[in-house]
């Protein structure tokens, strides 16, 4: 296990490694530029030349990635020129990274909670009203845009239930600890403040749950159905086994490695998301970032977001793959 682990890693290093050259040189591609989104359209040659020499940018693109990378290695990614200009990229990764966390981890969390009950009790009346109800909900849940389910759960939700649309948290005093502004709350035990950043992330992390809970609970049904129809099942069964025993020890882990499997897909994805529900509710997160970056050109904030969302789906990938070993013992063997 330990020797899978290490050899993954390198993998890793080697995955951002070559996604960080093929970044720059897109990026790099890309029509306008940092020196147009500064300056504006009534910007003088003289000023751009200037402007662009000051960035490096007049420099072979090789030089410029060799340079960038030397810097990175020190933890230097640059200084953003369009999100928060001034401010270097690796602080604005930090001060974002805990508002998408805190909403990604809601919002697979809603995805669990309710796909995997749910999908189960679909593949034990498989052919009934629920089963029939349930997956086409799934369906409309998939098919349904994450911005359009935003902007209606935004005018309609928030005004039923009282629910704040925008922020991260109401202009209340709080203690800052951690960034997360949730578990800063419940640590310094100011659970006022807490609830008040749970409030912020209920409507976005219902809208960004839409699609994993929907594949979570197609996947969980069809390997339920799978499982009800091996032999082993029918055997306990046959045994007098109570029905829970039967679902826990029978069921369900045998049921769980493609669904762990694709919860571990489903929260890497939930990044790509979180970009327009976090532009809807205005939630100064990763995703926020992204879209202003690529609006402005922001290319050192661009690349270092991209690298990092990058690296946590390879690492919530790997844990998948080490939890294995935990659902199913017989990997252990292998």
Do not use: C
């Not at 504006?40 to 090789?62: F, H, K, M, N, Y």
């Amino acid at each position: 296990m330990l020797r899978y682990t290490i050899r993954r890693l390198i993998q890793l290093v080697g995955v951002v490694l070559v996604l960080s050259l093929l970044l720059f040189a897109w990026l790099r591609a890309l029509p306008g530029g940092p020196v147009s989104a500064l300056l504006g359209e009534r910007a003088t040659p003289e000023s751009r030349e200037a402007l662009t020499r000051q960035l490096g940018l007049d420099q072979p693109i090789v030089t410029q990635y060799f340079k960038f990378l030397g810097r990175a290695l020190s933890g230097d990614f640059g200084t953003s020129t369009g999100v928060q200009p001034g401010d270097s990229a690796m602080e604005i990764f930090l001060q974002r990274f805990p508002a998408t966390i805190e909403l990604s981890f809601l919002a697979i969390v809603i995805a669990i909670a309710f796909g995997i009950p749910l999908g189960y009790m679909a593949a034990k009346r498989r052919g009934g009203w629920f089963d029939n109800l349930s997956v086409g909900g799934s369906l409309i849940g998939v098919a349904v845009p994450v911005f359009f389910l935003a902007y209606v759960l935004k005018d309609t939700l928030s005004a039923a239930l009282g629910l704040p649309t925008e922020g991260r948290q109401d202009a209340i005093s709080a203690t800052r600890v951690t960034g997360f502004f949730v578990f800063d709350g419940v640590i310094t035990q100011e659970w006022d403040a807490a609830w008040n950043a749970i409030e912020h992330l209920i409507l976005p992390a219902i809208a960004l749950s839409t699609i994993p809970f929907a594949v979570v609970f197609r996947i969980t049904r069809a390997a339920v159905l799978d499982v009800l129809e091996e032999d082993y099942v029918r055997t306990a069964e046959s045994k007098g086994l109570t029905a829970p025993t039967i679902r826990r020890r029978h069921v369900l882990r045998n049921a769980m490695l493609p669904v762990v499997t694709t919860i571990g897909l489903q929260t890497g994805a939930l990044l790509a998301g979180a970009v327009l529900t976090e532009k809807v509710f205005s939630l100064p997160g990763v995703g926020q970032a992204l879209a202003i970056g690529f609006e402005r050109r922001d290319y050192p904030v661009l690349l270092l977001l991209i690298i990092m969302a990058t690296v946590v789906y390879v690492v919530v990938n790997l844990l998948v793959d080490l939890s294995y070993a935990f659902i199913d013992p017989r990997i252990r063997t292998r």
